[in-house]
């Protein structure tokens, strides 16, 4: 009886090959956030969807400690900054119920808050200009526009308002 091929062994991964950037973030991250107590940053990556955009401009997570050899029941410390402190611990049991849920398990028992100053984020680059409107839209008023208008002075005034306006673009200079 002839003996059936062999298969191919299958290739070794490559050590160098093309990665996901969040599947590299773990291992680079991974000492850091186990120092401050965070097994992964996921915490620290949504704290702003944790907290809402108020509370997450004026805290910031700092340590999760458990206590020795458990994984539940830690403490959540966080950095509040000046009298903000009082509205985050009014909404304490909420943080410490959200913290839970993006942490997939009941690690958080407790939250202690710092007092501390909070690093802002970097600023987002300015919008830019708006477009100027298209010269149709510049016209002078009508005839019709300031029929309304019985003040024989408010009537002129108005007129060379927009006159002004549909020839330069700009609100007229004053003085």
Not at 77 to 101: D, K
Not at 163 to 171: F, H, I, K, Y
């Amino acid at each position: 009886m002839a003996k059936p091929p062999k298969q191919p062994a299958p290739a070794p991964p490559r050590r160098n090959g093309v990665r996901e950037v969040g599947a590299l973030l773990p291992e680079v991250g991974g000492v850091a956030f186990r120092r401050f107590g965070f097994t992964h940053g996921a915490l620290l990556a949504r704290w702003r969807d944790v907290v809402g955009p108020v509370y997450a401009r004026w805290s910031v997570p700092e340590t999760l400690r458990f206590p020795r050899g458990q994984t539940v029941g830690g403490t959540l410390t966080v950095r509040v900054e000046g009298p903000f402190a009082l509205q985050v611990q009014h909404v304490a049991p909420q943080l410490i119920e959200r913290v839970n849920r993006i942490l997939g398990h009941n690690a958080v028992a407790k939250l202690k808050l710092v007092q501390g100053e909070v690093p802002r984020p970097p600023a987002s680059p300015a919008p830019p200009p708006a477009e100027r409107p298209a010269e149709s839209n510049l016209s002078p008023l009508g005839e019709n526009a300031l029929s309304g208008v019985k003040d024989d002075g408010l009537r002129s005034a108005l007129q060379a308002l927009a006159d002004e306006l549909a020839r330069s673009g700009n609100p007229p200079r004053i003085g």
